[in-house]
């Protein structure tokens, strides 16, 4: 079965971190380039943080650049998200999604692009 697993979500104070993992089972991450997309209560899905297959490009929202951090371990069919400074706006579900490139590039912050998808996790901040 071919899935995104998504763990690490929780409740968290304002000024808290966390990290999310996205782990793949059933294919491996090696030819896909992947974004974080999160969804708020009565909001729209939005693109967080991508990275590319190599994991030498990455992109971030601007409400996130300089607080959240993405990376990936090709080895382990990981991605991460390092989030710092968390900020009760940045609450929501987080969700990845895999998509598969050609070449080392960034996949865009469009959702229906994506290959797969994970279930999501929760995000809580507030004090």
């Known amino acids: 079965q071919l899935q995104l697993v998504e763990s690490g979500g929780g409740l968290v104070q304002p000024g808290g971190s966390l990290r999310l993992s996205c782990v793949a089972s059933?294919?491996?991450?090696?030819?896909?380039?992947i974004t974080w997309f999160r969804q708020a209560p009565r909001k729209e899905r939005e693109g967080v943080s991508g990275?590319?297959?190599?994991?030498?490009?990455?992109n971030y929202a601007d409400s996130v650049k300089g607080r959240f951090t993405i990376s990936r371990d090709n080895a382990k069919n990981t991605v991460y998200l390092q989030m710092n400074g968390l900020k009760p706006e940045d609450t929501a579900i987080y969700f990845c999604?895999?998509?598969?490139?050609?070449?080392?590039?960034?996949?865009?912050?469009?959702?229906?692009?994506?290959?797969?998808w994970g279930q999501g996790t929760q995000v809580t901040v507030s004090s």
């Open positions: 999604a895999a998509r598969w490139k050609f070449e080392d590039g960034l996949a865009a912050f469009e959702i229906k692009d994506y290959d797969y």
């Open positions: 059933g294919f491996t991450l090696d030819y896909y380039a």
């Open positions: 990275i590319s297959r190599s994991g030498s490009r990455t």
